[in-house]
């Protein structure tokens, strides 16, 4: 079974610092990996999607890059804003249907 | 924009009630899921459906049972409720090798 690890647990930054999230997965037969943010008590929003044949996503502030060799992926973040305080999780798809999820980094951003 | 609804926000329910727990999705996906999170344990999927009446056991199935009875809608039963089962409980739902889509989840307390 697919296992997806996030490291590390927790992280506080000061604004401003340009930050790197890092999700690991054992099996690199994926169909796509996908970042999402959890703000507390609430549900999960989906960030970024990188297909496999892919090797980098960007939105706005955020690029997602993947290496299915190494069975790595990260979430990159500039300019870091209090606003981005939030649980972070990736997840790999090795199916086409249900997700394995990471634990998550907390992510905290200091004014 | 996609959304997936929850019926519930917050839950309070005794211990050998029988729970449903709805969630209806906007977008005509073929997929729904439903996960539970619990600190320390991370998201674990309960069961999906990938298509009417059709579901499929996750990884922690014991307990509850689903029904999919219309494409958008996909109920979570807890049979018996127990203290064991006290979590938020997230509906979530996708096309195939697409982002997923959470609702803003379900907080249970059983008591």
């Known amino acids: 079974k697919q296992e997806v690890t996030q490291i590390p647990a927790a992280l506080s930054v000061p604004e401003g610092e340009n930050l790197v999230l890092n999700c690991s997965f054992t099996?690199?037969?994926?169909?796509?990996l996908q970042w999402f943010r959890q703000d507390p008590g609430k549900g999960l929003t989906s960030l970024l999607l990188?297909?496999?044949?892919?090797r980098e996503q960007t939105s706005g502030r955020l690029n997602a890059s993947l290496d299915k060799s190494s069975g790595r992926s990260t979430l990159y973040i500039a300019a870091s804003q209090p606003g981005d305080s939030a649980t972070y999780l990736c997840?790999?798809?090795?199916?086409?249907?249900?997700?394995?999820f990471g634990k998550g980094t907390s992510l905290l951003v200091t004014p | 924009d996609v959304k997936v609804t929850q019926s519930s926000r917050y839950l309070v329910k005794r211990t050998g009630e029988k729970v449903f727990l709805e969630c209806v999705q906007d977008?005509?996906?073929?997929?729904m899921f439903w996960y539970r999170q619990d600190p320390g344990l991370g998201l674990r999927l309960i069961y999906f459906?990938?298509?009417?009446?059709?579901?499929e056991k996750g990884d922690i199935p014991e307990g509850y049972s689903v029904s999919r009875e219309k494409k958008e809608r996909f109920s979570l039963i807890l049979e018996s409720a127990s203290t064991n089962q006290t979590s938020m409980y997230l509906c979530?739902?996708?096309?195939?090798?697409?982002?997923?889509?959470f609702g803003s989840g379900t907080q249970l307390s059983v008591l």
């Open positions: 977008m005509d996906h073929e997929n």
């Open positions: 459906s990938y298509d009417v009446k059709m579901k």
């Open positions: 990188i297909q496999s044949s892919q």
């Open positions: 979530a739902s996708r096309p195939i090798n697409e982002k997923l889509f």
């Open positions: 997840a790999s798809d090795n199916s086409g249907y249900a997700l394995n």
């Open positions: 099996d690199s037969a994926i169909y796509n």
